[in-house]
């Protein structure tokens, strides 16, 4: 149990395009999902926290306006990366709480989505 | 602000050794610590969580230890083998309902 997803694992896009990640808890309700960025040989660093039905809530440093994040129901959240450029390129990994699993505050990750942006 | 280091960045081992992975933390006030595996260019697997309350955690050839005062976690690999090969990212979390703070990772590599 526990399975969170994201779609697509890898997109490769042009300057200037925006792009829209999905992620979802498959098989329970996420309250609280956080989006993570990597660059190669970094670790993971928190950019936002998205409580189901209300605005996320962002890291120092990242841009609200370029980094779209919609947690429209429990199962779903979405990052959109507006009008993007090669230094946008990295690794996008989500992850998800759920109150009803377990009794640990445990976070389960998506396999994350590898955006390359020309 | 919370601040995660692990030492070594990178590590080769000969097949069959024991090994530790070391992670540190700035504030003790945490609420548990989680251990992770990345094979490249993939996602996070959960190894070991340890909750604060907790002083370490077994599963399998891994073992994780956790000295909240101390701000200090080891992770203990037995027996190690070539599979056991990738990046191991140390996380803690804060308060519950937070996001981790991850470390940069100890990139291992056992050869055979």
């Known amino acids: 149990g526990a399975v969170v997803s994201q779609h697509p694992s890898r997109v490769i896009c042009k300057s200037g395009t925006s792009v829209k990640i999905e992620c979802r808890s498959l098989?329970?309700?996420?309250?609280?999902m956080f989006w993570y960025r990597q660059f190669p040989k970094q670790s993971l660093m928190l950019m936002a926290t998205?409580?189901?039905?209300?605005?996320?809530?962002?890291e120092q440093g990242v841009e609200k306006d370029k980094f779209l994040i919609n947690h429209a129901s429990l199962t779903l959240s979405t990052l959109t990366v507006t009008s993007a450029h090669p230094e946008d390129s990295s690794f996008y990994i989500c992850?998800?709480?759920?109150?009803?699993?377990?009794?640990?505050?445990?976070?389960?990750f998506g396999p994350g989505t590898r955006l390359t942006v020309l | 602000k919370q601040e995660v280091t692990q030492i070594p960045a990178a590590l080769s081992v000969p097949e069959g050794e024991n090994l530790v992975l070391n992670c540190s933390f700035t504030?003790?006030?945490?609420?548990?610590l989680q251990w992770f595996r990345q094979d490249p260019g993939k996602g996070l697997t959960s190894l070991l969580l340890?909750?604060?309350?907790?002083r370490e955690q077994t599963s399998g050839r891994l073992n994780a230890s956790l000295d909240k005062s101390s701000g200090r976690s080891t992770l203990y690999i037995a027996a190690s083998q070539p599979g056991d090969s990738a990046t191991y990212l140390c996380?803690?979390?804060?308060?519950?309902?937070?996001?981790?703070?991850f470390g940069k990772g100890t990139t291992l590599s056992v050869s055979s």
């Open positions: 992850s998800a709480r759920g109150a009803t699993v377990g009794s640990t505050d445990t976070q389960y």
């Open positions: 098989d329970f309700q996420a309250t609280t």
């Open positions: 998205s409580n189901e039905g209300s605005k996320a809530t962002y």
């Open positions: 504030d003790s006030a945490i609420y548990n």
């Open positions: 340890i909750q604060s309350s907790q």
């Open positions: 996380a803690v979390g804060g308060q519950a309902g937070t996001a981790l703070i």
